[in-house]
């Protein structure tokens, strides 16, 4: 079918530039401008008689099977060679003696003729009066060899050529700064020009794409409307024009979003450079205040021997209270982010008389409730500062409890999913396709990158790890304890408006960084999905919603680890405090769901003949059960990724258990741990490799390795945190828990999130297709990685930093002004 759609992508594609071409070659004057654009055309059922038409209709009837309605035809490829060269003797264009003489000239004016003709009869009648004028003049001056005219067709893309069978490079752009420079390097030109691109899709994922000049009066429309007659193609050409685009309403709010971030965090800053000391200095005098005037009305037993002190909470917040030998009349205090709330009545002490209790009553009253309004207001600025936050971020202190591994193996595997995204992204870019297929991919060494995607599994495992640990020490605390709707309200906070910021960019803005062939027919493409699914996204059900759903059409495709990740939290309580109550049944479920999952995926993988890496599928039963060989059957859906997550959880149960107690384990078992999970890793990794020599890979290996592999893969993972918590991990833990990789851990979220928004706005504003070499791509890499965390800081500090602040000030601590 690829091929099919391939051969008439050529074969109309050919057609519109020869016609191009041959309105330069020809000596003879077409019909003139103002004949044609009076309207004086020839009735269509002359041209349908047409002897060339007649032909070509006779050629395409006898090598096209139609397979029904709403099927695409498929195509004899003998039976079109055979008729398509009687068809060029029947025109007189080759001779069946030499067959090595066909006059390619002649039978690109012959075609270009007949072409202008049908074009003028059929199509140009939806065409504005402006687009036509200029439309028609161009042919004639073309035909006329006029330099603006031989300009624009020089920087027409060269589709049809023999690169193609070479290196199957359907995506030839041409020259864009060419096509836009005519009325600048020709000041006669009657017109400005226009670059364009028609894009024919060849598969679902791949596109057969033109790039052509065309006068700039000619809307999109225009240009649909030009080719939409042609027959099997004509409904299926996408074109978009290099140029500004105009601005959404969608647009403008969110850029009005982004400017009251951007204004909130200026005055958190402000407030936070110069503000904010003076007025600290001033709780300061309220506190020396009350200390003098208590001073001369206390006896020894009163506030002349309290300390009245200025304290800072975790925001430096000040607070102003009163430290007596409270622990000794049994009373308490609750440090309540930077105040404190007593517990108990001070002045139920016999020890104080009624004047001093008076006195202090009133001071401490108001003195406290000045500083708890500056608390809640410090806390909402400090949390808006930038400097606040990008300290926060920057700060390489190593993380308590002897995690610091987890950064390094967070960041690592992040840019292991950039290095493949900054491959596969490009498919679509490259010039020299057929090597990547027949040559890069097959290399040994390159399945790292093939096979990138087992990096996404390490994400979950990670989520599953620290969610059980840290939930299982704070229910060691508190007794069994934990306010369960703060534990969901706080993740969907934490995640959710970074996320919808990170959609409307992508939605409506990335369309607007820079200009390039096809960045219009991929963020309108993006637009609309987002436009009619973004519901799903803050549902978090975009993986499950449309069902199966594709990837490649969802809004925010890569935004699927999400929607995972979320129902994966969804469903985690059950199982982390039926560990804390009960281990043996909380691993009872864990393995239970592990099985389960393991059937289901078992299954499908089975009955739709899912294949791996590059292998493609072995049957064609999501064609025939959805329609479509590119729906989403096993890789975004939560019943085939949880064992990873699973696994996560485990290993977080042991950490629970282990940390901060000695561990002992000889150095031959820890060599012997190393050794086999560095084995299993590589074989994830490298195991599917195949070339002419290993064979085939089978339909049964496939199965067990999308059932297998994910989960193998976070054990070897689990082991190397494992050993780096319990001392044995060596330069591994040292190199992993360096402090460089901690400000890095801190914004992953947001690389995640951009860095896919970068690489589409990078790649579709280029003007010319990419030719793969390995610095090239270890440059773009190293590029991707840079501009992903440096857009991900500004979304932690503009974004992100100041949510999580203002969430803290009402949820929690000061805001609430009582003790938790």
């Given amino acids: 079918m690829t091929q099919f759609h391939l051969t008439w992508a050529v074969f109309v594609l050919f057609l519109v530039l020869s016609s191009r071409r041959a309105s330069c070659a020809a000596h003879d004057r077409p019909q003139g401008i103002e004949e044609l654009g009076n309207a004086q055309f ?55 003696q030499e067959p090595g003489q066909i006059d390619l000239e002649e039978m690109a004016e012959t075609v270009g003729k007949q072409l202008r003709q049908f074009v003028g009869i059929q199509a140009w009648r ?92 000619c809307s999109v ?60 200095a001033n709780l300061a005098k309220v506190a020396v205040s009350v200390e003098k005037r208590v001073d001369g009305q206390s006896d020894e037993n009163s506030l002349q021997k309290a ?25 308490t205090s609750h440090h309540n982010n930077g ?30 409730q000045n500083v708890k309004a500056f608390g809640l207001l410090d806390n909402i600025m400090m949390g808006f500062s930038s400097i606040h936050n990008g300290s926060k971020i920057l700060n390489t202190e190593p993380t308590a409890g002897n995690l610091g591994a987890l950064n390094g193996i967070r960041v690592l595997s992040m840019w292991w999913v950039i290095l493949g995204h900054t491959f596969s992204f490009m498919i679509g870019y490259y010039d020299d396709l057929r090597y990547m297929f027949t040559t890069l991919t097959k290399s040994f060494l390159f399945s790292a990158v093939v096979n990138a995607g087992v990096s996404v599994d390490t994400f979950f495992f990670l989520s599953g790890l620290l969610l059980t640990y840290l939930t299982l020490k704070h229910l060691q605390k508190a007794n069994g304890r934990l306010n369960w709707f703060l534990f969901y309200l706080h993740r969907f906070i934490r995640i959710t408006p970074a996320y919808m910021v990170s959609i409307a960019i ?18 309108e493409g993006a637009a609309n999905a987002c436009r009619k699914y973004w519901w799903t996204n803050l549902l978090y059900i975009n993986n499950l919603y449309p069902f199966p759903g594709d990837l490649d059409l969802q809004c925010m495709g890569w935004s699927w680890y999400l929607a995972n990740d979320m129902q994966f939290f969804v469903i985690s309580p059950v199982i982390i405090y039926l560990l804390y109550k009960n281990a043996k049944w ?22 739709y003949g899912a294949g791996v890496g590059l292998f493609p599928a072995y049957n064609n039963n999501t064609v025939v059960v959805y329609g479509s060989a590119s729906v989403d059957i096993i890789y975004g859906k939560p019943y085939c990724r949880i064992p990873a997550y699973l696994v996560g959880i485990v290993f977080g149960y042991i950490f629970y258990k282990v940390q901060g107690k000695p561990f002992k384990m000889s150095k031959g078992l820890n060599l012997v741990m190393w050794f086999l999970s560095t084995a299993v890793a590589m074989s994830v990794v490298y195991g599917i490799y195949r070339n002419e020599l290993v064979g085939t890979f089978p339909l049964y290996a496939a199965v067990l390795y999308n059932v297998f592999a994910r989960p193998a893969f976070v054990m070897a993972v689990g082991w190397v945190a494992f050993s780096c918590l319990v001392g044995y991990g060596g330069p591994v833990n040292a190199i992993l828990s360096w402090g460089f990789w901690t400000p890095l851990s801190r914004i992953t979220f947001g690389a995640y999130l951009l860095h896919p928004i970068i690489m589409y706005t990078i790649y579709t504003s280029a003007k010319a297709v990419y030719h793969f070499t390995y610095m090239q791509w270890v440059i773009m890499f190293l590029a991707n990685v840079v501009l992903a965390y440096a857009a991900a800081f500004v979304l932690s500090i503009g974004v992100e930093g100041p949510v999580m602040g203002l969430e803290k000030a009402l949820l929690g601590g000061g805001a609430r002004g009582k003790k938790n």
């Avoid at 209709?57 to 099927?71: C, T």
């Avoid at 050529?161 to 199957?168: A, H, K, Q």
């Avoid at 649909?224 to 105009?246: A, E, R």
Wanted: aromatic share 10%.
């Fill in 126 to 217: 939806n065409v504005s009066a402006n687009c036509l004028n200029n439309t028609l003049q161009f042919f004639d001056d073309a035909s006329n060899g006029l330099p603006y005219a031989r300009q624009m067709i020089s920087s027409d893309g060269e589709l049809i050529s023999e690169d193609v069978l070479y290196d199957w490079n359907i995506v030839k752009l041409g020259n864009v700064e060419m096509c836009q420079s005519v009325k600048q390097w020709n000041p006669d030109a009657p017109y400005e020009t226009q670059y364009c691109d028609l894009a024919y899709p060849v598969d679902p994922d791949n596109y057969a794409v033109i790039g052509l000049c065309f006068p700039a009066n």
């Fill in 221 to 280: 429309d225009d240009l649909q409307h030009l080719f939409q007659p042609v027959p099997f193609i004509g409904p299926y050409i996408g074109v978009s024009c290099v140029g500004p685009y105009p601005w959404e309403p969608w647009a403008v709010v969110t850029v009005c979003i982004l400017c009251v971030f951007l204004l909130l965090v200026t005055m958190g800053t402000v407030y936070h450079v110069m503000i904010r000391q003076r007025i600290q």
């Fill in 586 to 607: 909380g691993m009872g479920l864990i393995m239970t769901l592990c099985l389960a999952s393991f059937g289901v995926t078992a299954y499908i993988a089975a009955y």
């Fill in 42 to 96: 020839v009735p269509a059922a002359d041209l349908q008689n047409g002897y060339f038409f007649q032909k070509v209709r006779d050629l395409l009837g006898s090598v096209v099977d139609h397979a029904g309605a709403g099927n695409a035809p498929t195509l004899a490829m003998t039976r079109l060679r055979q008729d398509g060269l009687k068809l060029l003797q029947d025109l007189g264009l080759w001779d069946p």
């Fill in 307 to 331: 300390d009245i002190e200025l304290q800072f909470g975790s925001h430096g917040t000040a607070s102003v209270f009163v430290k007596k030998d409270l622990e000794a009349n049994g009373h």
């Fill in 506 to 523: 992508w939605a409506s803005l990335a369309i607007h960084f820079g200009q390039g062939p096809g960045k219009h027919f991929l963020f």
């Fill in 339 to 368: 105040f404190v709330d007593v517990e108990g009545d001070v002045a139920d002490s016999k020890e104080i008389n009624s004047c001093s209790k008076e006195v202090r009553s009133r001071d401490e009253k108001a003195a406290k």
